[in-house]
């Protein structure tokens, strides 16, 4: 135990020395600019299954987890941003929309690759597709699970049989299960961006410690960032914009717990090179 926690003192020592809280801006900048342009293709794609209903579910998936403050804070913006756009699945403007939203994971991938002490060998292109795939994978979980909330009711009260009813039925999901299904989504990103969008190769025993890590600290940041924002006021500093400034800044402290695990992995790889 007093090992690891010392790996994990170095993981933070490395975190700061290595520039980890400048990408974790960097990362939190590029999310929140790609949020909209996601939600917009989000919107087309939904649009073309089930439509709008389905197209709300799935961009309410976004918000599950985080805190109440910054999804109030971003869920009515976006929602009058989709209630605007009228692209269609194969139009331009979702084409364009799909492309803006690979910004954040390639300044992701930039982070990780400096956390692992790493260079990009791959090509523009095969990294640029691979971010395509990503958005286009996350964008396909989220419906996925929207489909189960949105038609789940209606093919709960079609088959008589209380196991499928409990399972799919929408009243009988309670905010803990929705809330680890978001977690255990979020968990299956996190591997695939360790193992796939970083250069270099991993195994899954290489990088399930810094994901574990992250996801920890993640859930305590948001319940204690929750709990702060209902106690302080932002808008002595930020005035108009404080809505804004909150969710970014929660955007930039989970990057930083990305990013750490990712510290933490590099670290423990080292102790054990060196044991």
Not at 37 to 46: E, N, Q
Not at 77 to 105: D, H, K, W
Not at 256 to 271: H, K, P, Q, W
Request: net charge positive.
């Amino acid at each position: 135990m007093g090992r690891r926690l010392n790996i994990l003192r170095l993981a933070m020592w490395n975190l700061f020395q290595n520039c980890g809280f400048s990408m974790s801006g960097a990362v939190a900048f590029t999310f929140l600019l790609s949020l909209f342009p996601f939600c917009i293709f989000l919107g087309a794609l939904a649009g073309t299954i089930g439509g709008r209903e389905l197209a709300a579910y799935a961009v309410a998936q976004l918000f599950q987890a985080v805190p109440e403050p910054v999804a109030k804070a971003l869920a009515p913006e976006i929602e009058r941003v989709m209630g605007r756009s009228q692209y269609g699945l194969l139009t331009v403007g979702a084409a364009i929309a799909l492309f803006f939203a690979t910004s954040a994971v390639e300044t992701l991938r930039a982070a990780l690759n400096m956390a692992y002490r790493v260079k990009e060998g791959r090509s523009y292109i095969f990294c640029l597709l691979q971010s395509l795939f990503l958005v286009l994978m996350t964008a396909a979980g989220m419906l996925a699970l929207a489909w189960g909330v949105v038609v789940g009711p209606v093919l709960a009260h079609s088959i008589d049989s209380e196991a499928v009813h409990w399972l799919l039925s929408q009243d009988r999901f309670s905010v803990a299960v929705r809330y680890m299904v978001v977690l255990c989504v979020t968990s299956a990103q996190l591997l695939a961006y360790h193992l796939f969008l970083t250069a270099g190769r991993r195994s899954f025993w290489d990088v399930w410690p810094g994901v574990l890590l992250s996801v920890v600290l993640w859930i305590v940041i948001a319940q204690l960032y929750s709990r702060w924002l209902g106690i302080s006021d932002y808008s002595r500093f930020y005035a108009g914009l404080t809505q804004l400034f909150t969710a970014l800044i929660f955007f930039q402290v989970t990057a930083i717990v990305v990013i750490l695990g990712a510290e933490f992995n590099r670290a423990l790889s080292e102790a054990k090179a060196s044991a």
